[in-house]
């Protein structure tokens, strides 16, 4: 255990990364006491945010956040217990700091003290107990239960909460930044899921869900260098045009998901600044492991090289993004499989598997909807149209954008989805890739993978646990059950009122969701 870890509740993901802006770089040709006024932060001001992904089925129970909308109203109003900076390095947020055991399968995190939620209520290591436990249990429907079913126990300890796990987790406490797990007051040992109240910097005023959220600044926030807007107004616009429309207008200051195909337009308009960051998120075609075709891997193989990954790249990010490898590991993560051999465009291969699976030609339905990622239609034409040349027929199906995830995703089995990623390579295979887990899109299920998941969790040594993740993406490239041909850069926009950090995270669009804590009117 580190002195960093133990002491300064700071923990490295793959050491301080190192990076600039634009107007980092631009700084450096400006005398330093204008550069000090410009990245200094200033009280006031209504932000107006333009979010796509809201649906009216959302709900205030952390348990079921899956869409940007409620991700980012979530930062207006709640605090975990640890949370990723912009340079990808883990901080204390309402845990002080951290402390493992010598095998990391036990963590003591001190809780923070003069933190007072909305009501009033000070924060408790109880609550702390009875927020995490909401998602934990037999009985839980939490989309967060796969992470912290590794949980055996939690107990008080004066001021500080004690996990034990049912094995060494080195990555526990990134686990614990994770969005649905949000610390909300208790009582007799529960929270109510349904809650407005929570310790984070703005309170709530209204909110409907998938429509729009309005928010005030908590004056008594225990972040005196956050939140400095006087209020902030969400609202969920699913059309790219209409967000961008509204951005133009003037009706709103910030919007995430710029349309690639107007992004050049849209850079050149007064007033308006392009925000591009690259990181974790991925776009992906997830096939039923279950059902036939999909259940053949020769068809799965087939599939993987009949897709044209550069065009995609270049036609739907507009070169903002990089391909992927039929795994959903990032180029930037220090255990990332550079040595595997890249899955490229192929018709004779895509031939040769069709034909292991004892098919001459092969006719499938592919469901898309611009609600899946902006461009997905294109996506799977552009799909369809390269794959043709290998003999397989893939009719895509225009599916709405409404409801898309409600009545699609999962439920069709062959579609289009994307992933914001995640820190680590533990927290997104136990999300998407683990049998069981509640977001496993495609019903993948492989032995060897899952116990590779197990051993790797609890590897201390770091070259071993390489090699395990090696093994592990590469089992995802030839066997999984998902096309993964791209990862996307986040893309947003704003006016050029809005000011922003020199650096901005890039595990999450909008800062991380954190644009509302960290940015502020120029």
């Known amino acids: 255990m580190t002195e960093t870890m133990k002491n300064?509740?700071?923990?490295?993901?793959?050491?301080?990364?190192?990076?600039?802006?634009?107007?980092?770089?631009?700084?450096?040709?400006?005398?330093?006491?204008?550069?000090?006024?410009?990245?200094?932060?200033?009280?006031?001001?209504?932000?107006?945010?333009?979010?796509?992904?809201?649906?009216?089925?959302?709900?205030?129970?952390?348990?079921?956040?899956?869409?940007?909308?409620?991700?980012?109203?979530?930062?207006?109003?709640?605090?975990?217990?640890?949370?990723?900076?912009?340079?990808?390095?883990?901080?204390?947020?309402?845990?002080?700091?951290?402390?493992?055991?010598?095998?990391?399968?036990?963590?003591?995190?001190?809780?923070?003290?003069?933190?007072?939620?909305?009501?009033?209520?000070?924060?408790?290591?109880?609550?702390?107990?009875?927020?995490?436990?909401?998602?934990?249990?037999?009985?839980?429907?939490?989309?967060?239960?796969?992470?912290?079913?590794?949980?055996?126990?939690?107990?008080?300890?004066?001021?500080?909460?004690?996990?034990?796990?049912?094995?060494?987790?080195?990555?526990?406490?990134?686990?614990?930044?994770?969005?649905?797990?949000?610390?909300?007051?208790?009582?007799?040992?529960?929270?109510?899921?349904?809650?407005?109240?929570?310790?984070?910097?703005?309170?709530?005023?209204?909110?409907?869900?998938?429509?729009?959220?309005?928010?005030?600044?908590?004056?008594?926030?225990?972040?005196?260098?956050?939140?400095?807007?006087?209020?902030?107004?969400?609202?969920?616009?699913?059309?790219?045009?209409?967000?961008?429309?509204?951005?133009?207008?003037?009706?709103?200051?910030?919007?995430?998901?710029?349309?690639?195909?107007?992004?050049?337009?849209?850079?050149?308009?007064?007033?308006?600044?392009?925000?591009?960051?690259?990181?974790?998120?991925?776009?992906?075609?997830?096939?039923?492991?279950?059902?036939a075709p999909f259940s053949d891997n020769n068809v799965r193989l087939a599939l993987k090289y009949a897709i044209d990954r550069e065009e995609m790249v270049q036609k739907i990010l507009g070169g903002y993004g990089a391909v992927g490898n039929d795994h959903p590991i990032g180029p930037g993560d220090q255990f990332f499989a550079a040595d595997l051999e890249q899955h490229a465009y192929d018709a004779d291969k895509a031939k040769f598997y069709l034909k292991e699976a004892g098919m001459d030609s092969l006719n499938i339905q592919l469901s898309a909807a611009d609600a899946a990622f902006a461009g997905a239609v294109d996506a799977a034409v552009l799909y369809s149209e390269k794959a043709a040349a290998a003999g397989i027929n893939i009719e895509v199906v225009r599916e709405p954008n409404d409801a898309y995830w409600d009545n699609v995703w999962m439920k069709k089995p062959f579609c289009a989805s994307y992933w914001g990623g995640r820190p680590t390579p533990d927290w997104m295979f136990t999300t998407a890739y683990a049998a069981g887990a509640p977001w496993n899109e495609s019903y993948w299920d492989n032995p060897r993978f899952n116990e590779l998941l197990l051993a790797a969790r609890s590897e201390l040594d770091f070259a071993k646990r390489k090699d395990m993740y090696h093994e592990m993406q590469m089992i995802c490239q030839k066997e999984g059950s998902t096309v993964t041909p791209m990862f996307a850069s986040y893309v947003m926009a704003h006016t050029d009122k809005v000011a922003t950090p020199d650096q901005v995270a890039t595990n999450w669009g909008l800062d991380g969701f954190r644009c509302v804590e960290r940015w502020w009117f120029a």
């Open 8 to 291: 300064g509740g700071v923990l490295s993901r793959r050491g301080l990364l190192k990076g600039a802006t634009a107007l980092g770089a631009a700084g450096l040709i400006l005398p330093a006491s204008m550069r000090k006024a410009m990245a200094e932060p200033k009280k006031g001001g209504t932000l107006r945010i333009a979010i796509t992904g809201g649906s009216t089925t959302d709900s205030l129970d952390p348990a079921t956040w899956s869409e940007l909308f409620v991700q980012v109203f979530a930062a207006c109003r709640v605090n975990y217990l640890t949370e990723i900076a912009a340079d990808g390095s883990l901080v204390g947020e309402l845990a002080e700091s951290w402390e493992a055991s010598a095998d990391a399968a036990t963590w003591r995190f001190k809780i923070r003290s003069g933190v007072t939620f909305h009501s009033g209520k000070s924060l408790t290591p109880d609550d702390v107990v009875a927020s995490i436990n909401h998602h934990r249990g037999e009985d839980s429907k939490s989309a967060a239960k796969p992470i912290v079913e590794q949980i055996k126990d939690i107990a008080i300890d004066g001021d500080t909460v004690v996990f034990t796990l049912v094995a060494g987790n080195a990555d526990f406490p990134f686990i614990m930044s994770d969005y649905h797990l949000a610390i909300l007051p208790s009582a007799d040992g529960k929270i109510d899921p349904a809650t407005e109240d929570g310790t984070g910097g703005y309170i709530v005023d209204s909110w409907e869900a998938g429509v729009n959220a309005k928010v005030k600044r908590n004056p008594n926030y225990w972040k005196a260098d956050r939140a400095h807007f006087d209020a902030v107004e969400l609202y969920s616009i699913l059309d790219s045009t209409a967000r961008q429309n509204a951005l133009l207008t003037g009706q709103v200051d910030v919007i995430d998901k710029v349309d690639i195909n107007t992004v050049g337009l849209l850079s050149q308009a007064p007033g308006i600044k392009i925000l591009a960051t690259t990181g974790t998120q991925h776009f992906v075609f997830p096939m039923d492991y279950r059902a």
